[in-house]
């Protein structure tokens, strides 16, 4: 992958918040174009650097590898699926990150900033599913608490196409579900759901037993067997590092 794979890449996942007006600058539209025509330039690298949260880390991670491009595939591989970049993160600059970067010190409630500050302790990476699950509260333009449902849309989610119909596709996938306060991934179940992109990649050329990854109902990328097994893992480490406190 190049460098502008990297970028993207990253705006295939940016997409879904985005359109939902949660994260990101108001410029859905110029990213839904510049996704479809599969194009990228400084343009789209500058729409990408105005999410308060997702660029914010981006650097983070690529300052802490000593790597230039903040848009490096791997840097947003780390971000989005996870890889070994984010274990040269120690815990001092992530928590740096977190209380002075994103400035969540000011934003979150003491008492939830100190449950966060645990967290970081028990092991927690600069990966946007560790930062879903645990960090207690909905970032972006709506700053407000986060109910499950509301983590298993946000949290980048990994599935097998079982059917494609038309601009439908279904996908077995595992839920983010919470019972007497434990988190946990439940049995696999079936969401069927339209493809709103219309541009002649990957996504749009789907067949049965393909994975693919997932974010606000949006299909992401196919991904290979290694590429879900890194997300799986990672994200079963956050939900594991959110129920050693809740």
Not at 178 to 188: D, Q
Not at 215 to 238: F, G, M, N, Q, S
Request: one cysteine or more; glycine letters at 6%.
């Amino acid at each position: 992958m190049t460098v502008m794979d990297g970028v993207l890449r990253c705006s295939r996942y940016a997409f879904g918040p985005n359109r939902l007006h949660f994260c990101g600058p108001d410029a859905n539209r110029e990213i839904w174009d510049y996704v479809n025509d599969g194009f990228t330039d400084f343009g789209l690298q500058k729409l990408l650097m105005g999410f308060e949260a997702l660029y914010p880390y981006l650097t983070h991670i690529a300052r802490e590898n000593h790597i230039a491009d903040p848009f490096d595939p791997r840097v947003v591989e780390a971000y989005w699926l996870g890889n070994d970049l984010l274990k040269t993160v120690d815990k001092r600059s992530l928590h740096r990150h977190l209380s002075e970067g994103l400035r969540l010190k000011d934003k979150l409630p003491i008492t939830t900033y100190r449950l966060l500050e645990s967290r970081i302790g028990h092991g927690m990476l600069p990966n946007h599913n560790y930062h879903v699950i645990n960090v207690p509260k909905r970032m972006g333009h709506q700053e407000v608490e986060a109910d499950t449902p509301f983590m298993d849309s946000c949290r980048v989610s990994w599935g097998t196409v079982t059917a494609v119909s038309g601009p439908s596709i279904t996908v077995a996938y595992a839920p983010l579900l919470k019972e007497n306060g434990v988190l946990s991934l439940g049995a696999p179940v079936h969401k069927r759901i339209v493809r709103r992109l219309e541009a002649d990649y990957d996504i749009e050329m789907l067949t049965p037993g393909q994975l693919i990854t997932l974010h606000w109902d949006i299909p992401c990328e196919v991904i290979t067997k290694r590429e879900a097994e890194l997300l799986r893992r990672y994200t079963l480490e956050a939900i594991r590092i959110a129920n050693a406190q809740d």
